[in-house]
Nanobody, 127 residues
Framework: QVQLVESGGGLVQAGGSLRLSCAAS????????MGWFRQAPGKEREFVAT????????YYADSVKGRFTVSRNYAKNTVYLQMNSLKPEDTAVYYC????????????????????WGQGTQVTVSS
């Protein structure tokens, strides 16, 4: 049973930083891609960033490029989202997700691509 558990959310002022963690368990994730999504009140869940567990290749939404960094720790089976220069529009519930990466050639950016989801962690950025 795959389990993804996010942590690290909270309240921060605009311009500040937070680091989210996603602890993954239940199987070997070497052939998986991990994604971060977010959902603001009244809006659709949107793609933020993705990383291939093997190789560490990353891809970002334009809205966070240059401010957010996704990484993974093999030994801890944990994926991170370092968020810098936060803006009020970054306020949302942030979700971690996982999908089997059969090709290693494709960046998974659509919500329906992902098989497994965490419960989410709230990030609030005050102005």
């Amino acid at each position: 049973q795959v389990q993804l558990v996010e942590s690290g959310g909270g309240l921060v002022q605009a311009g500040g930083s937070l680091r989210l963690s996603c602890a993954a368990s239940g199987r070997t994730f070497s052939n998986y891609a991990m994604g971060w999504f977010r959902q603001a009140p009244g809006k659709e869940r949107e793609f933020v960033a993705t990383i291939r567990w093997t190789g560490g290749n990353t891809y970002y939404a334009d809205s966070v490029k240059g401010r957010f960094t996704v990484s993974r720790n093999y030994a801890k089976n944990t994926v991170y989202l370092q968020m810098n220069s936060l803006k009020p529009e970054d306020t949302a519930v942030y979700y971690c997700a996982a999908v089997r990466d059969y090709t290693g050639q494709y960046y998974y950016t659509a919500r329906h691509d992902y098989e497994y989801w965490g419960q989410g962690t709230q990030v609030t950025v005050s102005s």
